[in-house]
């Protein structure tokens, strides 16, 4: 059995939640396992001079027209969600708390989140909101408020996004197939076809 | 007879290179003409708030990665320059000078310019430079120096550059097709398939 892929992204990313609609076939048609690994894009951002494209002169009205359009492409739903980009904090340390007692759940999680908040444009940014995608997998509201205020859970992200920094990511999605990467939605041909061919 | 595709680039962005191996042909599988456009991207940078790939934190490693890889992919000769980003001032005013008389003979400047640069990792930045490619074309040394210290030369080319930052564009390569931008390298699968369905 090959190392798993590492899928990096950022929940407030609209190229990550597309990403996510095709990382794990892609894979397991190579009978590979894929490592969901959110992470805070801003500090990456800031580790590498980037600032959000939402918010930037000219890529900015780029952005709202190549996500949309991306969108289309592939029949994926997408409704622009109120606030772009969303703080994804509180969806982010729910996800790596997920993540230490059972994958799949945290993934399950990971998945319907990004289809809350890029598939039906609803802002997932505050606790509450969290909340209504974290209920469904069982959680209750005490339950969480109390994972979101413990320090570990806190620092257990901070940690997954400095390693992922420290792996040379700077944006969403980022995959990282045996060492190589691979930057931008718009790469996961060359994913697929790196895992078919061993590389080039 | 469809109106014509602007392509946009900057001689000194190796995506933009690998671009024009690529853009003729497809346009011309749907009969379209195809306008080579280069700018000064620093001047679009300045304005969408971007810094070059090769100069940032993180960014730059993955570019120096991303870019022979994406060459390979495609068999195009690359070798990487001495200096990225070069300064393509005198490339570019030499170029928007031909066109105005020949449009032909400047995308064979062009052509010839990236070949040197990108397929053949040549400085392309002084005036001399330039002219072992223009001489080439039959313009001598004489007759470029005062071409280039023609103020309206360099007005042509700021000129181009402010009509492409207007028209929205911030990067290299960048294609618009009947008022359809796309920015990448990694957008013309998205450029033909426009200019095959007339959009999605």
């Keep these: 059995m090959k190392a798993p892929i590492d899928f990096f992204f950022e929940f407030a ?9 095709r990382i794990d076939s892609i894979a397991a048609a190579y009978e590979r396992e894929v ?3 959110p992470i805070m894009l801003g500090a990456a951002f800031k580790a590498s001079g980037s600032v959000p494209n939402a918010q930037a002169p000219l890529r900015g009205p780029y ?3 190549d996500v949309p359009r991306s ?3 592939m029949d994926a739903p ?18 790596w708390w ?3 007692s059972d994958q799949d759940i945290a993934r399950g999680f990971a998945q319907a ?7 039906e444009g609803r802002d997932m940014s505050t606790v509450d909101q969290v909340l209504e995608v974290a209920g469904t997998f069982g959680i209750s509201a005490d339950e969480l408020r109390a994972t979101l205020a413990d320090p570990g859970v806190k620092q257990r992200l901070k940690d997954e996004t ?3 920094i420290g792996a040379g990511v700077f944006g969403s999605p980022f995959v990282i197939v045996d060492g190589e990467p691979f930057w931008g939605a718009d790469r996961l041909d060359q994913v697929e076809r790196w895992l078919a061919t061993g590389g080039w």
């Design 13 to 21: 990313s609209p190229y990550g939640y597309l990403a996510s609609l």
């Design 35 to 37: 490592v969901w690994r």
């Design 63 to 65: 952005f709202f027209h």
């Design 71 to 73: 969108a289309r492409l």
């Design 78 to 95: 997408l409704v622009m969600p109120p606030t772009v980009p969303m703080n994804s904090l509180a969806a982010s340390r729910t996800y």
């Design 98 to 100: 997920l993540f230490d």
């Design 113 to 119: 989140l990004f289809q809350a908040h890029w598939g």
């Design 162 to 164: 400095d390693r992922a």
